[in-house]
């Protein structure tokens, strides 16, 4: 008994050595697109503590137009749509922070739409 116990912790402790250097840990994160520039999306910018950002890694921003531009980063490039450059960037969240959400919707989904 004592055998069979020594051996399943070694091959445990040796299996999840193996796999947390093989595999990355991007890999279970959520791919998360920020819609919006300003002050809203700068908070999700100062999030920088590995806890605070668990569980999503930021592809990018989306500067929303007539929003005054707040991230010292630069915004990725929406001109072919919003819905093609998730698709290009295997996007699985949209995180709108956009300071006014009560005017109308301002980004294309596809062009000439």
């Known amino acids: 008994m004592i055998l069979a116990s ?14 947390s250097r093989v595999v990355h840990d991007d890999v279970f ?7 919006g520039s300003g002050h809203g999306a700068a ?5 920088r503590r590995r806890s605070d950002r668990r569980g999503f890694m930021l592809v990018g921003y989306v500067k ?3 929003e005054a ?3 010292p980063a630069a915004a990725l490039d ?3 749509g919003l819905f093609d450059l998730c698709a290009r960037n295997d996007v699985d969240e ?3 922070a956009m300071e006014d ?4 919707r301002s980004w294309p989904l596809r062009p000439g739409r």
């Not at 020594?6 to 050595?17: I, K």
């Not at 994160?29 to 819609?35: A, F, I, Q, T």
């Not at 959400?101 to 109308?104: L, P, Q, V």
């Open 101 to 104: 959400r009560r005017r109308e």
């Open 94 to 96: 949209v995180v709108v």
């Open 6 to 19: 020594v051996g399943a912790l070694t091959g445990v402790t040796l299996t999840r050595t193996i796999f």
């Open 69 to 71: 531009h707040a991230m």
């Open 43 to 47: 908070a999700i910018a100062q999030l």
């Open 64 to 66: 929303a137009n007539g």
């Open 78 to 80: 929406a001109s072919l």
């Open 29 to 35: 994160k959520r791919r998360v697109l920020v819609y």
